[in-house]
């Protein structure tokens, strides 16, 4: 993959981890507790903990939590494969986000391996460890309609409502689903974006977006990569117990160009 390609895989995952923990309507100003399931290399805990919430990632992966962990994300991480539980207390987490993962329960990778069964495991343990009343935003790349109705027939099934938002669905590229689950009392349903207008809305609807997360860090949120934002960042790792280097009134300070 050229540098190119990487960098706007990541500019991908971002917006939808964005988009993601949009859809799952957090208390502002409260800090929460997030599971990222499928949390890979730890590109979307990157954004919950810049949004200023803390975060649990499960991956089957090692070597893509390795990467995570080389990249000193701030939230902990957890070596799994989902399709045996989510193996935490009741009612630990606020939210639950996951990018691109789910899909893949519905592959048979072993012998013993039941899509319905590894579906089900997953879903009704993450309900329990979910509190009452917050949700599940799972964005997933179903292969067809009938993996589509499998996922969401084991996730009803373990006790969730809620249903599909899907993004931009006349899109063949920017289209998105986010399957959209609510733990005990039904919510409504968020509307997809591109559902209602005409393509010129729909342009001005995006630059109305960029324009709410500008104004939303002038009103406090510090710009990202700013001073404000790096001491913010070292604060809360100092809190979560990590080592953290000293500040210094070279802290964000943009280095010159060597030549």
């Known amino acids: 993959m050229s540098p190119t390609e990487s960098s706007r895989v990541v500019e991908i995952q971002s917006q939808m981890s964005e988009r993601a923990v949009e859809l799952l309507g957090l208390p502002e100003d409260q800090p929460c507790l997030l599971l990222d399931v499928g949390c890979g290399s730890g590109l979307s805990g990157d954004y919950i903990?810049?949004?200023g919430h803390y975060w649990i990632g499960m991956d089957i992966s090692s070597a893509m939590l390795d990467v995570a962990m080389e990249r000193e994300v701030e939230g902990d991480l957890l070596l799994a494969d989902v399709g045996h539980g989510i193996p935490f207390r009741p009612g630990m987490f606020d939210g639950c986000i996951s990018i691109s993962a789910v899909q893949w329960l519905c592959n048979a990778d072993k012998k013993s391996h039941s899509p319905p069964k590894r579906l089900y495991r997953f879903f009704s343990t993450l309900y329990t460890a979910l509190a009452r009343g917050s949700r599940a935003v799972l964005q997933l790349y179903p292969e067809n309609s009938e993996q589509l109705e499998l996922i969401t027939a084991q996730a009803m099934r373990a006790g969730f409502t809620g249903g599909m938002v899907v993004d931009y669905p006349n899109s063949a590229k920017a289209k998105k689903f986010f399957l959209c689950l609510f733990v005990g009392a039904s919510g409504t349903l968020p509307k997809g974006l591109g559902t209602e207008c005409a393509d010129g809305e729909d342009?001005?609807?995006?630059?109305?977006?960029?324009?709410?997360?500008?104004?939303?860090?002038?009103?406090?949120?510090?710009?990202?990569?700013?001073?404000?934002?790096?001491?913010?960042k070292k604060e809360r790792r100092?809190?979560?117990?990590?080592?953290?280097?000293a500040d210094t009134k070279y802290t964000g300070r943009k280095r010159r160009p060597r030549f």
Not at 204 to 222: C, L
Not at 238 to 245: N, T
């Open 203 to 232: 342009i001005h609807q995006a630059k109305f977006t960029n324009e709410r997360t500008r104004f939303r860090n002038a009103k406090g949120k510090s710009v990202k990569k700013s001073r404000d934002w790096i001491l913010e």
């Open 49 to 51: 903990s810049d949004e």
């Open 238 to 245: 100092r809190r979560q117990g990590k080592e953290v280097r």
